[in-house]
């Protein structure tokens, strides 16, 4: 089964409202990466936490990381409907596999 | 300036046949990857070379043979395609040595849709 799970699968919401996104591991991690990916586009990095940070924050992003849960949550506040996309949470393993194992994935819609 | 580009953005093909996606990026980076999109959006990694050297080989049919001429370049080759093959394969890069490729963010291009008929 996959390392990342996201959960919510898909989130819709009105402007304005604050979007909060999930994301669940199963091993150790170095780090944990969020990224964004807009229809037929690629992936854009959005922010990196280091497993020896609890939350970091990024403009109207807001991340934050619970080891001991394996799990880090996304929180977009404020928000437009340019941020209408899939984020995707990504771990950089500890087994030093080198890979960078990328979630399920939210599709979020933000309504105007 | 584009950073990762790849060509080409759309690719039809027939059962059988031999493509292959080329990957550029103008960043400096040491360490690039192929990675596959199914139609369920999971993205899962084939690929990585470091300074041309093949870092991470995943359990990926041997129809599909990468190649790194330089460090700015990785080319994926994909021999006697198949339906299952249809999916959007993204090239990427990221800063780092041999002992941490994985330091820091990744790069993506915009992708290539491959459709097989």
């Known amino acids: 089964s996959q390392q990342g799970e996201e959960d919510p699968q898909a989130l819709s919401i009105q402007e304005g409202e604050n979007a909060t996104m999930n994301c669940s591991y199963k091993t150790s991690i170095n780090n944990l990466q969020w990224y964004r990916q807009n229809s037929g586009r690629g992936l854009v990095h959005l922010i990196l936490i280091r497993s020896n940070e609890r939350e970091k924050h990024s403009g109207r992003l807001r991340v934050t990381l619970d080891t001991s849960k394996k799990s880090s949550s996304l929180l977009i506040t404020a928000s437009r409907a340019a941020d209408t996309a899939s984020y995707f949470c990504a771990t950089d393993l500890m087994d030093s596999s080198y890979k960078l194992i990328f979630g399920s994935g939210t599709r979020l819609l933000v309504r105007p | 300036d584009t950073a990762v580009s790849q060509t080409p953005k759309y690719l039809v093909t027939q059962m059988g046949n031999d493509k292959s996606i080329k990957c550029e990026q103008n960043?400096?980076?040491?360490?690039m990857y192929w990675y596959k999109q199914d139609s369920k959006k999971f993205l899962k990694i084939m690929f990585s070379y470091n300074n041309k050297e093949l870092i991470i080989n995943e359990t990926v049919p041997n129809r599909f043979s990468p190649k790194s001429p330089d460090k700015a370049h990785l080319n994926l080759h994909i021999n006697s395609l198949e339906l299952g093959d249809s999916a959007v394969y993204f090239c990427?890069?990221?800063?780092?040595?041999?002992?941490?490729?994985?330091?820091?963010?990744?790069?993506f291009g915009p992708g290539t849709r491959l459709t097989v008929t």
């Open positions: 960043l400096g980076h040491d360490t």
């Open positions: 990427a890069s990221s800063q780092g040595s041999l002992a941490f490729p994985l330091s820091g963010e990744q790069y």
